[in-house]
């Protein structure tokens, strides 16, 4: 069974631009969400999808956005990058919603370099 | 809110050493507490998870136990190896996969 794809892996950009990056979850699973990795601030969560609705977000500025897709792929994408966006992006996938207990599987991330 | 606080590093033990890794958190109600690990390069890997207190999780020579009485979950192996070099990190969920994660701490292990 193939695990989470993120696509790109690296990305370079210039403040003022918009980017956008996908997450292909495991066959299967109806959940993804997606978190923010930077050496001062840790793991931040961003935001979760499941059947295309988003279900929860985190303290993220509006300029943070995303899509889930009906064949669970998501998208999320960062409008007027700023030089604070330079970060790991994360995304997980799991097989259901609104239970605690469930596992996260997590891609490898796509690396964006803000410059 | 829910947040997590787990020990810094980065640690740094020889092979053979024990190791433990504190962490503590903070939660309005009974969550289900993970200790993920990251390998460089790589996303995080589920180590193990603990869903209610006093449940003791184990993978790979790795424990913790829900310790509800503390707010703890504390990270333990008796014997590291190089391979375990990575970063841990805990984390807590309540619910809708809304993971709350610590900072993360570095392990290196040499030989």
């Known amino acids: 069974k193939a695990g989470v794809t993120q696509t790109p892996r690296y990305l370079i950009k210039t403040r003022g631009q918009q980017v956008t990056l996908s997450c292909s979850p495991i066959s299967g699973h109806r959940s993804v969400s997606w978190y923010q990795q930077t050496p001062g601030q840790g793991l931040q969560f961003l935001f979760e999808y499941f059947s295309e609705t988003q279900r929860n977000k985190g303290n993220f500025p509006g300029r943070f956005s995303g899509r889930q897709f009906s064949n669970s792929r998501s998208e999320m994408n960062v409008s007027t990058l700023e030089l604070g966006d330079s970060a790991l992006y994360l995304c997980a996938s799991s097989s259901t919603a609104g239970t605690r207990t469930e596992k996260l599987f997590f891609g490898s991330g796509t690396q964006l370099s803000v410059l | 809110g829910d947040s997590v606080t787990q020990m810094e590093g980065p640690v740094t033990l020889s092979e053979e050493a024990f190791l433990t890794i504190n962490c503590t958190y903070t939660a309005t109600g009974y969550p289900s507490l993970f200790w993920y690990v990251q390998y460089p390069g790589e996303g995080l890997q589920l180590l193990l998870k603990a869903t209610k207190a006093d449940d003791k999780g184990s993978n790979k020579g790795f424990e913790a136990t829900y310790r509800k009485e503390t707010t703890s979950f504390h990270l333990e192996k008796g014997s590291v190896q190089v391979s375990d070099s990575a970063v841990y990190f805990c984390?807590?969920?309540?619910?809708?996969?809304?993971?709350?994660f610590g900072a993360g701490t570095r392990l290196t292990v040499k030989p």
């Open positions: 984390a807590l969920s309540e619910n809708n996969n809304d993971m709350r």
